[in-house]
């Protein structure tokens, strides 16, 4: 045994054998680390793509679809969002375990870890409106992101035929909505004594909503619940309004 | 060079990166536990495990920039040396069948693995139990040399075959559960 040593100096003399240099040791430590981070920055930037998304969406139409709750939410949630945070969080777990001491996490703090990391690092970047900005882009640019890979607002309330629709306001006439849909189609919205009209509508010209009812006919449409475009209309009343004869009471109607 | 059989560890990387000289002090210290692992987790003969020592001792010498000190040293060289086996076996394209343990060796793991009486074991069962760890898959076996052979803690098995102690755990207990298994399909009675 003594002579492996001598053997061993020996080789490393004769062959000049050195230690590695520290920095390309270094190198590849942090880019292990980088790597992580730019892993964990994309699967935030994903989380907060669909967390827009979701806001986007009416998370209560299942009432008027008469379907099952749960069928409902699986139907309408970011499955591509879903997915690539899934695949994103895979690979942060892995690149975790790579780094030179990872092994020592046991993989629920490593969940945590990337969960967490995804989800406020996501969160921030929502509040900054970055989700949302990337989602209208991204509709813009790839028709087939919108069309295909999620469910947006647009093609949510672009049923008439299932009792959605919205569009912009163009007239107001005391029983009657002309409204401009989302593909420039004009269509006559009835409106009675029944329909609801959420508190914070604003029913005047160049105004955006959405309409629940049924389409009575080719570009006439009877409203059962109108709500502003941005979110579900609710105020402090929490029951919106009703049309009577004397027209709105509840939220706000301008005529033109 | 006397004097610097009693540094420590640490402060032996930093003068082998100047002389390797010093290295010979730190393999002085190291290639008995080494030698001994590396025969435990093989079935080589004596040159050959010698041989791989030496590329074991080398590795080291070239990666002494990366070592940390968040471990062991005897951990991270122990790695370095499981590293360079299954790096070995997966060149020659083989795997190490059997352990070559000496019979204490043998008798460490039986004990820890079945918790039979020493003086209630006759030679012709510890045999049978043998063939039965001998059956064990690699990863199974090493964890149960380490752990009761080499008799190194949880932390320091993990640092070595960097995995989470959690399944370091697992192994160990999975792997004795096997050799319980394998005993009652042999019918290995020897209680």
């Known amino acids: 045994m003594k002579n492996l040593i001598q053997d061993t100096i020996r080789k490393i003399e004769t062959q000049h054998i050195t230690p590695k240099p520290r920095w390309k040791y270094l190198l590849k430590k942090y880019g292990l680390w980088m790597l992580f981070a730019i892993v964990l920055i994309l699967g935030a930037v994903s989380f907060s793509m669909a967390l827009d998304n979701s806001n986007n969406l009416d998370w209560d139409l299942y009432h008027f679809m008469h379907q099952d709750r749960l069928m409902y939410f699986l139907s309408i949630i970011p499955y591509f969002w879903i997915m690539l945070i899934a695949t994103f969080l895979i690979i942060a777990f892995f690149e975790i375990r790579k780094t030179e001491t990872g092994y020592r996490y046991s993989w629920s703090r490593i969940l945590l870890i990337t969960v967490g990391g995804i989800a406020i690092f996501g969160i921030f970047i929502s509040l900054f409106g970055l989700g949302g900005r990337l989602n209208s882009k991204l509709t813009e640019e790839v028709p087939f992101y919108g069309q295909h890979m999620i469910v947006t607002k647009e093609s949510q309330w672009m049923q008439p035929t299932k009792g959605f629709l919205a569009g912009i306001i163009v007239s107001v006439s005391e029983k009657k909505l002309e409204i401009k849909d989302l593909n420039g189609e004009k269509w006559n919205i009835s409106i009675d004594e029944e329909t609801l009209v959420k508190p914070s509508v604003n029913i005047s010209p160049e105004e955006m909503i959405k309409i629940i009812g049924v389409k009575t006919s080719e570009n006439n449409f009877k409203s059962e619940e109108i709500r502003p475009w941005t979110g579900r209309g609710m105020g402090n009343d929490q029951n919106g309004g009703t049309m009577n004869g004397n027209g709105y009471r509840g939220g706000m109607m301008q005529g033109n | 060079m006397d004097e610097q059989k009693a540094y420590s ?22 290639q008995g536990p080494l030698f001994h692992y ?33 471990l062991k040293f005897s951990s991270w060289a122990y790695r370095i040396a499981h590293n360079h086996v299954v790096d070995y076996f997966r060149k020659v394209n083989a795997r190490p069948q059997t352990n070559t343990l000496e019979d204490y060796e043998w008798e460490k793991i ?49 640092d070595i075959l960097k995995k989470p102690k959690g399944t370091v755990a697992t192994l160990i207990k999975r792997g004795k559960n096997l050799l319980v298994k394998k005993m009652k399909e042999q019918n290995i009675n020897c209680f």
Do not use: W
């Open chain 2, 9 to 30: 560890d640490v402060e032996l990387i930093v003068l082998s990166k100047k002389n390797p000289e010093s290295f010979g002090i730190l393999m002085e210290r190291y």
């Open chain 2, 38 to 70: 590396i025969r435990r987790i093989t079935q080589l003969p004596n040159e050959d495990i010698e041989d791989l020592l030496q590329e074991v001792f080398i590795k080291i010498y070239q990666k002494l920039n990366e070592y940390d000190e968040v």
């Open chain 2, 110 to 158: 039986i004990h820890a693995s079945i918790h039979i009486e020493k003086n209630i074991m006759d030679k012709d069962c510890v045999e049978k139990i043998k063939t039965c760890i001998q059956s064990l898959s690699i990863n199974y076996r090493e964890v149960l040399v380490l752990r009761f052979v080499e008799d190194k803690e949880y932390e320091e098995i993990m």
